[in-house]
């Protein structure tokens, strides 16, 4: 599980360190988890990440698609470590709390999977 203010500082650190820093992380191919998750949220950019439990369980959210292994913990972590990627990437930014939005970048990103 990744704790929620990493996955902020991610976020955080990515957006400042500006456009070389993203542009070196957009050259990477992205994984069947990142483009699942950037084609869910091409239409609103919306994203939750939601923990609950002891101990606790996470999965990430877009819209009304949850991105969780309901028996398998595996898939859960897969497609957090996608999120953080993501985060990585400079394609998402923290709005607040569990909210999360995908950036300008990550909207045309996103909308051109959805395209392809």
Not at 23 to 52: P, T
Not at 75 to 102: D, N, P, Q, W
Request: contains cysteine; neutral net charge.
């Amino acid at each position: 599980m990744v704790d929620l203010s990493t996955l902020i500082s991610i976020c955080q650190t990515a957006l400042s360190a500006g456009s070389k820093l993203i542009e070196a992380s957009g050259r990477r191919k992205l994984s069947h988890e990142e483009r699942g998750l950037l084609m869910a949220a091409a239409e609103k950019g919306e994203f939750h990440v939601i923990s609950v439990g002891q101990p606790p369980y996470q999965w990430i959210r877009s819209g009304s698609k949850d991105f969780s292994g309901d028996n398998d913990p595996a898939i859960s972590a897969m497609y957090v470590e996608a999120f953080r990627s993501l985060c990585e990437r400079g394609l998402i930014e923290h709005k607040g709390g569990t909210f999360f939005m995908l950036t300008g970048t990550g909207f045309k990103t996103a909308r051109s999977l959805n395209e392809a």
